[in-house]
T-cell receptor
Framework: KNQVEQSPQSLIILEGKNCTLQ??????????LRWYKQDTGRGPVSLTI?????NTKSNGRYTATLDADTKQSSLHITASQLSDSASYIC?????????FGGGTRLMVKP | NAGVTQTPKFQVLKTGQSMTLQCAQD?????MYWYRQDPGMGLRLIYY???????DKGEVPNGYNVSRLNKREFSLRLESAAPSQTSVYFC????????????FGDGTRLSIL
């Protein structure tokens, strides 16, 4: 069964600090990997999309990396802000069918 | 553009009642999806519609039916609600075969007593 595993499940950091979230997947074949941010009470919003040939993709303070050989991805958040408090979901796509990870719940404290 | 609009935002039902969750998108997307999100779990696909006129089962279809009314609208129906269907339901749409992201609605929070 295709799986997407994320770690840690939850994380608390101080405002201004950096953090890295991890995603391991077994989905095959693989079309692309996406990171979504989900604020409480809202639907997920796309941060980055990477195909298997891309190693890194940035969106402002968010940088995603992908190692298709080891089937691992990470999302690095630089200089965290209070508004970064949310769930971050790793999603792996096979054609247009998506497999969702359970998410990492990030809390940024002042 | 409103994106993906879901109604209602909240609903409380009694066991055995029926209801329909509505979803509409204005982005001319051809594929639409219904997911449920339970605490501590990833989104799970209930049903999807790859294009107007087609629907297919996802990972957790039991207890649900769907209708792709037209290109814009995709509804999810609970015929006889059960407490196990208490969840947050998300509708999403995408332009198929693109590398564009799925767009999600803000969810319907459904409680079944």
């Amino acid at each position: 069964k295709n799986q997407v595993e994320q770690s840690p499940q939850s994380l608390i950091i101080l405002e201004g600090k950096n953090c890295t979230l991890q995603c391991n997947y077994t989905v095959s074949p693989f079309s692309n990997l996406r990171w979504y941010k989900q604020d409480t009470g809202r639907g997920p919003v796309s941060l980055t999309i990477m195909t298997f040939s891309e190693n890194t993709k940035s969106n402002g303070r968010y940088t995603a990396t992908l190692d298709a050989d080891t089937k691992q991805s990470s999302l690095h958040i630089t200089a965290s802000q209070l508004s970064d408090s949310a769930s971050y979901i790793c999603v792996v796509s096979e054609s247009n069918m998506l497999t969702f990870g359970g998410g990492t719940r990030l809390m940024v404290k002042p | 553009n409103a994106g993906v609009t879901q109604t209602p935002k909240f609903q409380v039902l009694k066991t055995g009642q029926s209801m329909t969750l509505q979803c509409a998108q204005d982005m001319n997307h051809n594929s639409m999806y219904w997911y449920r999100q339970d605490p501590g779990m990833g989104l799970r696909l209930i049903y999807y519609s790859a294009s107007e006129g087609t629907t297919d089962k996802g990972e957790v279809p039991n207890g649900y039916n769907v209708s792709r009314l037209n290109k814009r609208e995709f509804s999810l129906r609970l015929e006889s609600a059960a407490p196990s269907q208490t969840s947050v339901y998300f509708c999403a749409s995408i332009l198929v075969y693109s590398n564009q992201p799925q767009h999600f609605g803000d969810g319907t929070r459904l409680s079944i007593l």
